[in-house]
């Protein structure tokens, strides 16, 4: 079975700042899906980002960017110049390539909270 | 507008009560999926649907029950539920069972009381 372990409950920057998520997982699977998901207060589960495990390259969308180490089942997402609506809990979730019956597993979130 | 839809966003119910729960999807996704996510805990994979045929788990009570009738919609029936019933459940959908990314509905919030 995999697990995700998300350590850090809540954080919290001031606006414009650059702010880091850290994410470690534990798998036997060689091939498999990371993501990271946002939840704001309206509870609409919303994709940030992906990555493929078979691919080196970090994921980046926009202003949002993994780093992935494969080796250390690590995956961290950073925020570049947060914005007031990146507030939300962030979940960092975990897939089997054909992941079957097991779908996304999930880790506990962490609350990001961005000051003005 | 994510595409995928849930009614009701909020459900109260006694303990007696039958009740269901609606996802539809207009993705034209092949499987769906429903979550439960309770306070302080990991939101976990209730059931998976692919091309309408259900995967088990084995670790659902089975006061709940759910319905795939085609690839656009999923149900939740629930019965003689408990008050640790009680949390947010979200349906997701995806092209294909595990290999796609999955889309969120906006969870109905219910209370079993």
């Known amino acids: 079975a995999q697990t995700v372990t998300q350590s850090q409950p809540e954080m919290s920057v001031q606006e414009a700042e650059t702010v880091t998520l850290s994410c470690t997982y534990d798998?036997?699977?060689?091939?498999?899906?990371l993501f990271w998901y946002k939840q704001p207060p309206s509870r609409q589960m919303i994709l940030v980002i992906r990555q493929e495990a078979y691919k080196q390259q970090n994921a980046t969308e926009n202003r949002f960017s993994v780093n992935f180490q494969k080796a250390a089942k690590s995956f961290s997402l950073k925020i570049s110049d947060s914005q007031l609506g990146d507030t939300a809990m962030y979940f960092c979730?975990?897939?089997?390539?054909?992941?079957?019956?097991?779908?996304?597993?999930f880790g506990k979130g962490t609350h990001l909270i961005i000051q003005p | 507008e994510t595409g995928v839809t849930q009614t009701p966003r909020h459900l109260v119910m006694g303990m007696t009560n039958k009740k269901s729960l609606k996802c539809e999807q207009h993705?034209?996704?092949?499987?769906m999926y429903w979550y439960k996510q309770s306070a302080k805990k990991p939101l976990e994979l209730m059931f998976v649907y692919s091309l309408e045929e259900r995967v088990e788990n084995n670790s659902v009570p089975s006061r709940f029950s759910p319905e795939c009738p085609n690839s656009s919609h999923l149900f939740l029936h629930l019965h003689t539920l408990q008050p640790e019933d009680s949390a947010l459940y979200l349906c997701a959908s995806s092209p294909s069972r595990g290999l796609e990314t999955q889309y969120f509905g906006p969870g109905t919030r219910l209370l079993v009381l």
């Open positions: 993705l034209g996704h092949n499987a």
């Open positions: 979730a975990f897939m089997k390539h054909r992941g079957g019956a097991d779908g996304l597993t």
């Open positions: 798998t036997s699977e060689s091939n498999y899906y």
